[in-house]
């Protein structure tokens, strides 16, 4: 299976945060787009270009102004992709080997 089950959060300009986590489904390209998409038969609701948009990647760790987590989830199981203009795409999995 191609689709990657995630949590996820994005943070917008204004600097506004959704405070809701929502079940989403990521998919890596072979070139190098992540797809963010709503289920794994919808089109993607978002397209990263990880070689030239995402410019790193944040561990749970080394957010500091990480949101309130769902139930059972852990900042060890966090990671943030930082993107042009301030802002990111905060994942969360189920367990911290899927964010390595």
């Known amino acids: 299976d191609l689709y990657t ?3 996820w959060i994005n943070r917008i300009k204004s600097g506004f945060m959704f405070k809701q986590w929502k079940e989403k489904y990521l998919v890596l390209t072979i070139e190098g ?6 289920d794994a038969e919808s089109p993607p609701d978002q397209v990263v270009a990880l070689h030239s948009s995402c410019e790193s990647i944040a561990e749970g760790r080394e957010i ?8 059972g989830g852990r900042r060890d199981c966090c990671f943030a992709l930082i993107l042009p203009q301030n802002k990111f795409l905060l994942l969360l999995s189920d367990n911290p080997d899927d964010c390595t």
Do not use: A
């Not at 787009?33 to 709503?38: A, E, G, K, P, S």
């Not at 500091?64 to 139930?71: A, E, F, G, R, V």
């Open 5 to 7: 089950k995630l949590k």
């Open 64 to 71: 500091l102004d990480l949101p309130k987590l769902p139930p």
């Open 33 to 38: 787009n992540l797809l963010v998409c709503r």
